[in-house]
Each structure stands twice: as C-alpha cells, then as structure tokens.
C-alpha cells in the first residue's frame, strides 16, 4: 500500500480539499461539495449524496437543486453559520444510484446577498466491497488482527476507521492506495484492543473515487465488518 498524501482523512466529514466552486472577485464567497456515498443495504448497494457548503460570511439558508430539479435544504453544521450540510439518514440511502449531473446552490447570507453556485457528480460511482473480514491470527509468534478486503473496482485510494460505541480507536491520517490487481490486508498489534476485551469493535473501509488528479472526491463506499475482541 501507498500512501496519497493529499489531505488527513476525515472519514465522517467531507474533505474540505474538494469544495471548488469559489467566487473571490466578491466580498462574500462561498464553496459547494457534492459527493455519492454507497453502503450495503441488505447486501445490495445503497446510495445517498452528501452536501457541504462552506462560506466566509454566516448564511441563513442553502437551497440544493439537483440533476432531478428536486429542491432541498442544507442545515447548520453543528450551529455554525459558515457550514452548511447534509449527511444522509439510514432511510435516505437508495438501492438507486443518483443521477448524475450539475447540482446548483442556492445560498442565503446574513448580509442579505444571495449567490447560485455549481456542482456536479459523474457516474459510475464506487460501491462496498463484497468481502470484508477480521481475524485474530498469530503471525511471527505475535497475535495480531487482521482487516482484509476485496479491492472496490475504480476505486483510487482508501481509508479506515475503528471504532467501538463512541471511542474511536484508530483511523487512517492519510489516503492509500492498493498494487496492481492486489486485495487490501491490513495488520494490527493484538494489543491495540485490550482495553476492550468482549466488546465489540466495528472496522470500516473507505474507497475513494478520485478526480483531477486525486484531489477531488467524486463518490466514496463504506465496507464494514465487526468483530467482538478477544
């Protein structure tokens, strides 16, 4: 594996490196960034969009218009009027792929201007590994845990995440990638999860599908597996 080092990676927000729509020549300006996120949903990929807005003045309102013509409303990122967002709830995720196409931003500030800015997605968009597993294994006389998966086709690079309830234990800092044609395994000291003998520890794997040469995120998939610690 190597490692992309073109941003930390922060698994449950979007990358701020891939907001591009930007209008500098006013004293208000903003930027928009869409992506398609897939899950397995009963074993069938399921998809949703994830919006972000980011802005250097506070707004009140951020109205999404997608390839569709459907309308929907962004929200405050916890309160904070510079971001506005959308992260899909569990029953949003569809076993249809969204269309791909422009989206437009409708957006709303507190001085009272109102700016329109684009967006797009392109198609095919990447999906959750089929197989996903954790073993507990013996590997020069040491115990280690063991993530593997099938590489996720078009995917440029990925990322992991641990977690167990609400204690993250470990995440990627960086994008990596896969060799040519090889699979993802990745080995952990047995060690890093005895604080948490009989719980149960949840992995998720991250592949991206990147554009303009890696540093735009087009669509992401969650492959994820438990297992309880030994």
């Known amino acids: 594996m190597?490692?992309?080092?073109?941003?930390?990676?922060l698994i449950l927000a979007l990358l701020a490196s891939f907001l591009t729509a930007c209008n500098d020549e006013e004293e208000v300006s903003a930027s928009t960034?869409?992506?398609?996120?897939?899950?397995l949903k009963?074993?069938?990929p399921a998809y949703a969009t994830v919006h972000q807005v980011i802005s250097n003045s506070p707004m009140d309102t951020v109205i999404v218009t997608d390839p569709n013509g459907s309308t929907y409303g962004l929200y405050s990122h916890h309160g904070n009027p510079y971001e506005f967002v959308m992260e899909p709830t569990a029953d949003q995720y569809s076993t249809t792929a969204p269309k791909a196409g422009d989206y437009s931003y409708k957006i709303k500030f507190s001085t009272g201007v109102e700016k329109t800015l684009p967006n797009n997605i392109i198609s095919p968009y990447v999906t959750p590994s089929q197989q996903i597993t954790v073993t507990k294994t013996t590997v020069n006389s040491q115990s280690?845990?063991?993530?593997?998966?099938?590489?996720?086709p078009n995917a440029e690079a990925y990322g992991y995440e641990i977690t167990s309830g609400n204690d993250?234990?470990?995440h990627s800092h960086h994008l990596f990638t896969?060799?040519?044609g090889a699979n993802g395994k990745i080995t952990f000291p047995v060690e890093e999860f005895s604080g948490y003998t009989g719980q149960t520890i949840n992995f998720k794997v991250v592949a991206y599908d990147l554009l303009d040469?890696?540093?735009?995120v087009n669509s992401t998939s969650w492959s994820t597996v438990s297992w309880v610690a030994q």
């Open 33 to 39: 960034g869409v992506i398609v996120r897939s899950v």
């Open 178 to 180: 896969l060799e040519p």
């Open 144 to 152: 280690v845990v063991v993530l593997a998966w099938n590489a996720v």
């Open 2 to 9: 190597k490692n992309l080092f073109i941003a930390p990676l």
């Open 42 to 44: 009963n074993g069938v």
């Open 213 to 216: 040469g890696n540093t735009v």
């Open 168 to 170: 993250l234990i470990r």
